[in-house]
């Protein structure tokens, strides 16, 4: 035990050093987690022993899991909606596109048989959102069309069309007698039964965290984080697409208001980050770099026809009809990076799949070190080539996540019989200066005070003002605006708000008490508080 913790930590600690060295080269961190696992690998320096494809795809589904779960989570709809049609396309019948011509590229020119091949196509269809992101995000790139929300939306979503194709053919490959029809109904009853459950649970999630206000962020941590490993366990019993079902879920809590929320999501982007460097140490741990030469050739052949033939095909055929620019299609078929979830199915293939004719695993590692290599490092040079960067965007309007906390203080207290304030109005009392009363609670019912709003004994107040502090159940929250929120852009004093206040802005590095004439900005992060009539 002793002995594992120490190997643990070596690497853990190699990991994030390394990473923090390699990011000035423009190397992409991702690279740095594989070769690591090939150091430490049965082929590298220390060859520690490690090819238990059972054990390492079962942790390879549920790291995907947790990634797919947090790519909901973070997705942004209201960004994302301009663009939403077409990331469902190229999520859906991009990836069997991807995967048919990868397919027949390997059948009628590398000469594999017909399944195998289609099984690779399978495997390697889908593209990471968080290879993409990693990128975009760590380089501030701010992409013109929404195309950042269109590459996370469509990153998010094809993984689960991928697991379906890698299952119907691992099954074919297996002996089983399926038709056309056959598989069609499969396809469809998974899908339907991820996107319902998916829905339900989400709604079940939101109701029970407004109904219980737990008071405690790590509560409500474990608590969506328990409900996403339920919701994909019990759409896989109900023979549904557990993947499909938890991306769904989570993006249809992740645009809700709920307690915690900024807060949850950055713990999952942290440990979604955690995941990814797991899956990528164990892709080069489980790796034999003896090997690569074998595979070197078709590998290369296929990770050029995948990266300049086929992907770039699909979102032709897909995209041209929504008139998109040229660029933009370029861009989007470039920046399809190979990732997290080619491993995992890779190796949920070569635990299920018997007598295979060609090394599938070393294939898809090639293709993901060629993907990182390659595409990684000239993503960044290629938006700029083709003109893709725009000051006026946001890449970061694309998230849910937010990354600073509110320097404010709450303070809740009970009026008393004898209190100065007891019987007057708001428009009559002083209150502490650079403070306002945004919420008062009565008879179990909270009040947004107006300025006619007579103080009673036993109302509980509490006043906010800046510095830290905390005041438990008080309705509030926060919002991030971005250039396509309804608020971006007019004064308070224009905005109907019958049920909110917006109490607190934080701008850059400054923080606004707002008055009526404030105008909001895009990037702009609000605290809001929302009328509740709970007890």
Same mark, same amino acid.
């Given at each position: 035990?002793?002995?594992?913790?120490?190997?643990?930590?070596? *690497?853990?600690? /190699?990991?994030?050093?390394?990473?923090?060295?390699?990011?000035?080269?423009?190397?992409?961190?991702?690279?740095?987690?594989?070769?690591?696992?090939?150091?430490?690998?049965?082929?590298?320096?220390?060859?520690?022993?490690?090819?238990?494809?059972?054990?390492?795809?079962?942790? /390879?589904?549920?790291?995907?899991?947790? *990634? *797919? #779960?947090?790519?909901?989570?973070?997705?942004?709809?209201?960004?994302?909606?301009?663009?939403?049609?077409?990331?469902?396309?190229? !999520?859906?019948?991009?990836?069997?596109?991807?995967?048919?011509?990868?397919?027949?590229?390997?059948?009628?020119?590398?000469?594999?048989?017909?399944?195998?091949?289609?099984?690779?196509?399978?495997?390697?269809?889908?593209?990471?959102?968080?290879?993409?992101?990693?990128?975009?995000?760590?380089?501030?790139?701010?992409?013109?069309?929404?195309?950042?929300?269109?590459?996370?939306?469509?990153?998010?979503?094809?993984?689960?069309?991928? #697991?379906?194709?890698?299952?119907?053919?691992?099954?074919?490959?297996?002996?089983?007698?399926?038709?056309?029809?056959?598989?069609?109904?499969?396809?469809?009853?998974?899908?339907?039964?991820?996107?319902?459950?998916?829905?339900?649970?989400?709604?079940?999630?939101?109701?029970?965290?407004?109904?219980?206000?737990?008071?405690?962020?790590?509560?409500?941590?474990?608590?969506?984080?328990?409900?996403?490993?339920?919701?994909?366990?019990?759409?896989?019993?109900?023979?549904?697409?557990?993947?499909?079902?938890? #991306?769904?879920?989570?993006?249809?809590?992740?645009?809700?208001?709920?307690?915690?929320?900024?807060?949850?999501?950055?713990?999952?982007?942290?440990?979604?980050?955690?995941?990814?460097?797991?899956?990528?140490?164990?892709?080069?741990?489980?790796?034999?770099?003896? $090997?690569?030469? !074998?595979?070197?050739?078709?590998?290369?052949?296929?990770?050029?026809?995948?990266?300049?033939?086929? $992907?770039?095909?699909?979102?032709?055929?897909?995209?041209?009809?929504?008139?998109?620019?040229?660029?933009?299609?370029?861009?989007?078929?470039?920046?399809?990076?190979?990732?997290?979830? !080619?491993?995992?199915?890779?190796?949920?293939?070569?635990?299920?799949?018997?007598?295979? !004719?060609?090394?599938?695993?070393?294939?898809?590692?090639?293709?993901?070190?060629?993907?990182?290599?390659?595409?990684?490092?000239?993503?960044?040079?290629?938006? $700029?080539?083709?003109?893709?960067?725009?000051?006026?965007?946001?890449?970061?309007?694309?998230?849910?996540?937010?990354?600073?906390?509110?320097?404010?203080?709450?303070?809740?207290?009970?009026?008393?019989?004898?209190?100065?304030?007891?019987?007057?109005?708001?428009?009559?009392?002083?209150?502490?200066?650079?403070?306002?009363?945004?919420?008062?609670?009565?008879?179990?019912?909270?009040?947004?005070?107006?300025?006619?709003?007579?103080?009673?004994?036993?109302?509980?107040?509490?006043? /906010?003002?800046?510095?830290?502090?905390?005041?438990?159940?008080?309705?509030?929250?926060?919002?991030?605006?971005?250039?396509?929120?309804?608020?971006?852009?007019? $004064?308070?004093?224009?905005?109907?708000?019958?049920?909110?206040?917006?109490?607190?802005?934080?701008?850059?590095?400054?923080? *606004?008490?707002?008055?009526?004439?404030?105008?909001?900005?895009?990037?702009?992060?609000?605290?809001?508080?929302?009328?509740?009539?709970?007890?």
């Amino acid at each position: 035990m002793d002995n594992l913790l120490l190997l643990a930590g070596v *690497i853990l600690i /190699c990991c994030a050093l390394f990473q923090k060295i390699f990011r000035r080269t423009g190397v992409p961190g991702l690279f740095v987690f594989i070769a690591l696992g090939m150091l430490f690998g049965s082929d590298g320096l220390l060859r520690i022993p490690f090819d238990n494809y059972d054990f390492a795809g079962s942790l /390879c589904s549920a790291a995907l899991v947790l *990634i *797919i #779960y947090y790519g909901g989570l973070g997705t942004n709809l209201r960004a994302a909606k301009p663009v939403l049609g077409k990331a469902i396309l190229l !999520s859906s019948l991009g990836s069997f596109l991807t995967a048919g011509l990868v397919g027949f590229f390997a059948v009628y020119v590398l000469r594999m048989e017909m399944l195998e091949g289609m099984l690779l196509g399978a495997v390697i269809c889908s593209t990471d959102a968080a290879s993409v992101f990693s990128i975009l995000r760590s380089r501030k790139m701010d992409l013109r069309y929404s195309t950042a929300s269109l590459l996370e939306v469509e990153s998010g979503s094809n993984d689960p069309f991928s #697991y379906l194709l890698t299952v119907v053919v691992l099954s074919l490959m297996q002996g089983e007698h399926l038709s056309a029809g056959r598989i069609a109904q499969m396809l469809l009853l998974q899908v339907a039964v991820g996107i319902a459950i998916g829905a339900v649970m989400s709604f079940v999630t939101v109701r029970l965290l407004r109904l219980l206000h737990l008071k405690d962020v790590v509560l409500t941590e474990a608590f969506l984080l328990g409900f996403g490993m339920l919701t994909y366990s019990l759409t896989s019993r109900l023979s549904g697409n557990g993947y499909l079902a938890v #991306y769904i879920a989570g993006i249809l809590i992740g645009n809700q208001t709920i307690p915690d929320k900024t807060e949850s999501i950055r713990f999952f982007h942290s440990l979604t980050g955690l995941m990814q460097m797991l899956l990528f140490f164990m892709l080069g741990l489980l790796a034999y770099p003896s $090997r690569l030469p !074998s595979v070197a050739g078709p590998a290369l052949l296929l990770a050029l026809f995948l990266t300049f033939a086929a $992907r770039p095909a699909a979102a032709s055929l897909l995209l041209a009809p929504f008139r998109c620019p040229p660029r933009q299609i370029l861009f989007v078929s470039f920046a399809g990076m190979r990732g997290a979830a !080619s491993i995992a199915f890779a190796i949920m293939a070569v635990s299920r799949a018997a007598n295979l !004719s060609y090394d599938l695993f070393h294939t898809v590692f090639f293709l993901v070190l060629f993907s990182i290599l390659v595409q990684g490092t000239l993503i960044p040079a290629a938006a $700029r080539r083709l003109d893709m960067i725009d000051a006026r965007e946001d890449v970061m309007a694309t998230f849910n996540d937010t990354a600073e906390d509110l320097p404010v203080q709450f303070v809740k207290f009970r009026v008393i019989k004898q209190h100065p304030w007891a019987g007057k109005t708001i428009a009559d009392i002083t209150l502490p200066p650079g403070s306002i009363l945004p919420v008062i609670e009565r008879g179990g019912k909270q009040i947004l005070p107006k300025g006619d709003t007579r103080l009673l004994e036993g109302d509980e107040l509490i006043l /906010c003002g800046p510095e830290g502090g905390d005041a438990e159940n008080s309705g509030m929250h926060e919002v991030c605006l971005t250039a396509f929120h309804d608020w971006t852009g007019k $004064r308070l004093s224009d905005l109907a708000l019958n049920d909110e206040l917006i109490i607190f802005i934080r701008r850059g590095g400054e923080a *606004i008490i707002p008055s009526g004439d404030t105008v909001l900005h895009t990037g702009d992060l609000l605290y809001v508080v929302e009328k509740q009539s709970h007890p």
